[in-house]
């Protein structure tokens, strides 16, 4: 009996054909109610005798079913993968798929590109708060309380009182307080970062960027000024020469001050920079007013310097011909893949220093 059932399982196992048969086979014959299983439970009921060598058969017999079965299911395995290398096959030749791909926000692009040319210029970076307070933002930068600044208008105010109170930063100016308070003089940086105002139409956003320069050192004057922002403006706009204007101007911060404009031309819907008769204003400058010094512990008889303020979104507007500043904050993610720079893209800057 075992004989007979020894040989017509080697049989069904040798003429298996998968793996997934295979495994019915082995219940078949192992699992809790297969042949095998059923054989050795009847031991039970059989002499001590009978136990002894019908148990070591029915072992044997088991034994030899596992092994067949193994040896089967290697060569099963085996010959599926075989089939299934065959028949998958990778055409490298089609196409790639096209990756859905990201693009730099021209905001970013061109505070980069601004910090990459005040670098050459030995500038460094520094940051500040968007939320500030009320001192930094105009006290201490020599705004009295009675200027149009202050005024609810203009001004998203938070809350505290006094000095206290804080505001969204109307302007990147506060930068220059903290850092000068932070450090001792000569210093020389920009700071790019996110300015708030309660205005909005046309050609304002409630949000917008700004770029703040300072530098303090001995004996600056405003010739170093003029220099330093027209080779700024002539390598960012990658044009040998661009006119440019100071338009004598008011700010608490800064004495003298001015207003930066750049010659171009306008026609009903285009705007070249650096030809024609027409003047764009792009920013305000100055020496910084003795009052801001002093607020910062430094001495103006022994330091003096200039400091400018400049909109990053009026200049990506020239710069790459974007006609509407309330697009910049659409989220439009057309708008951005038009108007976008390539994560790897790295500025060209011709006219570099
Ligand atoms: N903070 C000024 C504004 O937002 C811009 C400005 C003008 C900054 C003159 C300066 C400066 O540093 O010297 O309107």
Redesign the pocket.
């Known amino acids: 009996m075992s004989q007979e059932l020894l040989l017509e399982s080697l049989a069904t196992i040798s003429a298996c054909k998968t793996s997934q048969s295979l495994e019915d086979i082995r219940v078949a014959l192992l699992g809790k109610k297969g042949k095998i299983t059923e054989e050795l439970k009847k031991l039970g009921g059989a002499s001590p005798e009978e136990r002894k060598t019908l148990g070591a058969t029915l072992n044997q017999l088991k034994q030899e079913i596992t092994d067949a079965l193994e040896v089967k299911k290697i060569a099963l395995t085996d010959s599926e993968l075989n089939a299934r290398l065959a028949t998958e096959k990778l055409d490298v030749t089609l196409p790639a798929h096209v990756e859905q791909q990201g693009k730099i926000h021209p905001i970013t692009q061109v505070a980069e590109e601004i910090t990459a040319i005040f670098a050459d210029l030995g500038f460094s970076t520094e940051v500040g708060p968007d939320i500030e307070d009320d001192e930094h933002n105009f006290t201490a930068l020599n705004i009295p309380e009675s200027h149009p600044a202050r005024q609810m208008h203009d001004t998203f105010y938070l809350h505290g009182k006094g000095d206290n109170k804080t505001v969204l930063r ?4 506060p930068v ?1 307080i903290r850092t000068m308070r932070a450090g001792k003089p000569p210093f020389r940086f920009i700071a790019a970062g996110s ?1 708030y105002r309660c205005d909005s139409d046309l050609t304002h956003t409630p949000m917008f960027h ?1 770029v ?3 530098a303090i050192d001995k004996n600056i004057n405003m010739g170093h000024l003029r220099g330093c922002i027209s080779e700024f403006l002539r390598v960012f706009f990658e044009l040998d020469n661009v006119p440019v204007r100071f338009r004598p101007s008011f ?1 608490p ?2 004495e003298p ?1 001015a207003e930066i404009d750049i010659g171009c031309a306008r026609s009903k819907d285009s705007l070249k920079i650096g030809a024609g008769n027409d003047w764009l204003e792009i ?4 020496m ?1 007013h003795p009052n801001v010094l002093k607020n910062c512990g430094i001495n103006p008889d022994e330091w003096q310097g ?4 400049m909109g990053i979104e009026r200049l990506a507007m020239l710069k790459y011909g974007i006609p509407d500043l309330r697009t910049f904050f659409e989220s439009d993610v057309r708008w951005l893949s038009h108007y976008g720079f390539d994560p790897l893209h790295i500025p060209s800057l011709v006219g570099g220093l």
Do not use: K, W
């Open positions: 109307t302007h990147t100016s220059q300015t700004q703040e320069g300072l700010f911060f800064t001050s920013g305000g400058c100055g910084v200039f400091a400018f303020g």
